[in-house]
């Protein structure tokens, strides 16, 4: 009786401590697994802080102001010096956006004049660099980011600058608290382009589109 009690006994524990093995090793292959997951994100995304020096906001203006301000905008944007000249152009066929952005030292690289060129910004040009450009939303003559919400995943936008035409997918939108800064979500290893305005129908959050490079011609 005890020699059988004692062969049971080791099938017994012959098969527990299998069974613990198989449980440490699926443990150790999905934790490897899960690291290296986690480091691949690591190596791939970064959280890109900028500051935006200027409020966005939506700004409504009586049908009847509208021709006045874009007349001042015009003249604003047309002196001889070079730093006020449009050094590129933002185009996003969807939502009918096509305008010129400044040098971001000049004195019109503001979202009261034109599109935005944020501090931190990398042409296209830079290799995994991100451009970041910001405007109003609403129905004034600086309003240009007035539609951006209309935009699904994978609208395009283009970037001309310094003769070629950058083409960019739109890969994610999200939303941000207005405090002054915002953290910008991207992929560190391809080109991007980051939109930003005020989200449509709440006054305390800014949206942000991100677009990543497909091609340039």
């Not at 009586?62 to 047309?78: A, F, G, I, M, S």
């Not at 919400?149 to 994610?172: C, D, M, P, S, V």
């Not at 991007?192 to 006054?203: D, E, G, M, Q």
């Amino acid at each position: 009786m005890l020699r059988n009690l004692s062969k049971n006994a080791k099938i017994t524990l012959s098969i527990l401590f299998s069974f613990i093995g198989l449980i440490l090793i699926t443990y150790t292959y999905f934790d490897t697994i899960k690291n290296n997951v986690y480091n691949d994100m690591n190596i791939r995304y970064i959280e890109q802080q900028v500051v935006i020096s200027e409020p966005l906001e939506e700004i409504i203006v009586p049908e009847e102001q509208t021709t006045t301000t874009t007349k001042v905008v015009e003249q604003t944007t047309t002196k001889k010096d070079a730093r006020d000249a449009y050094i590129g152009y933002l185009e996003v066929p969807d939502v009918k956006i096509k305008r010129g952005f400044v040098s971001p030292d000049s004195k019109y690289n503001s979202v009261g004049y034109n599109v935005m060129v944020i501090g931190g910004s990398k042409m296209p040009n830079v290799k995994n660099g991100n451009l970041i450009l910001a405007a109003h939303r609403g129905n004034s003559s600086v309003s240009y980011f007035d539609k951006l919400y209309k935009l699904k995943r994978r609208a395009k936008a283009t970037i001309t600058y310094e003769g070629k035409t950058y083409t960019y997918e739109l890969t994610n939108t999200y939303e941000e608290r207005k405090d002054g800064s915002l953290t910008i979500k991207r992929n560190a290893n391809v080109n991007t382009l980051t939109l930003i305005t005020c989200t449509r129908n709440n006054k305390k959050t800014q949206t942000i589109f991100i677009f990543e490079l497909v091609s340039v011609k």
